[in-house]
């Protein structure tokens, strides 16, 4: 049987048969992507879109992820 493929934001993952995936892969920023997401984060707060808008090949959704898994206080 064929593997099967899932695409969302543009992306591809690809599943074997009776692989189970419960999430996407771990979103992974560079090091200059990270810097420039707190930069614009202090500056224009959690407007995503913008802050989308200065990284090519980022989504608002991305970022927001991003920002949330690593930045969210939970208390």
């Known amino acids: 049987m064929a593997d099967s493929q899932h ?3 543009g992306k591809t993952y690809v ?4 692989e189970v995936t419960s999430e996407e892969p771990k979103l992974k920023f560079s090091e200059d992507e ?3 997401i707190l930069r614009m984060y202090n500056l224009v707060g959690e407007r995503w879109v913008l802050i989308a808008g200065r990284i090519p090949g980022r989504t608002a959704e991305e970022i927001e992820e991003y920002w949330n898994t690593r930045y969210s206080t939970s208390e």
Do not use: A, D, V
């Open 15 to 18: 599943q074997s048969p009776g």
């Open 7 to 9: 695409s969302s934001s």
């Open 34 to 36: 990270e810097s420039l």
